[in-house]
């Protein structure tokens, strides 16, 4: 059941595009370049400290303080308040708030054009080293 109270995510996909949707969010109320302000290190939504809204307030964007909370879920910037009312974990939650933080990280990196780890970067790799080498002449 899908509501404020909670709003799991259940796969990449989702994730990747509630992500999608809160970075078109920030890119209209804070320009293109917001996100060379998030530290892709501490970057964690579940955690209040090390979310995308708190770094970014924490730069001065204090105007995300008004972020409506069901539009806070749509964008990827929450699953719902349901983490903050249980203080133990609940599994479910934690995997969807994996999957925000992942979405998250890779949304910012194809914005920063950074390259990523993935199944098609492994193949080029393999693909290079399978490429013979032509022989380098020595002097004699």
Same mark, same amino acid.
């Given at each position: 059941m899908k509501s404020l109270f909670y709003n799991g995510v259940e796969?990449?996909?989702?994730?990747?595009?509630?992500?999608?949707s809160g970075a078109e969010f920030l890119d209209q109320r804070l320009g293109p370049d917001w996100d060379r302000k998030i530290d892709l290190d501490r970057l964690d939504i579940q955690c209040p400290f090390n979310c995308v809204l708190s770094q970014l307030m924490r730069r001065g964007h204090l105007l995300?303080?008004?972020?409506? /909370?069901?539009?806070?879920?749509?964008?990827? /910037?929450?699953?719902?308040?349901?983490?903050?009312? /249980?203080l133990i974990p609940v599994p479910s939650v934690d995997?969807?708030?994996?999957?925000?933080?992942?979405?998250?990280?890779?949304?910012?990196r194809e914005r920063r054009g950074e390259e990523q780890p993935h199944v098609e970067k492994a193949q080029t790799s393999d693909?290079?080293?399978?490429? %013979?080498?032509? %022989?380098?002449?020595?002097?004699?």
């Open positions: 796969n990449l996909d989702e994730a990747l595009n509630r992500a999608r995300l303080l008004f972020v409506d /909370f069901a539009a806070g879920v749509n964008y990827g /910037f929450s699953c719902g308040m349901v983490d903050a009312i /249980f995997r969807s708030f994996q999957r925000l933080t992942e979405a998250w990280k890779l949304v910012i693909a290079k080293r399978a490429t %013979p080498r032509a %022989p380098v002449s020595q002097a004699v």
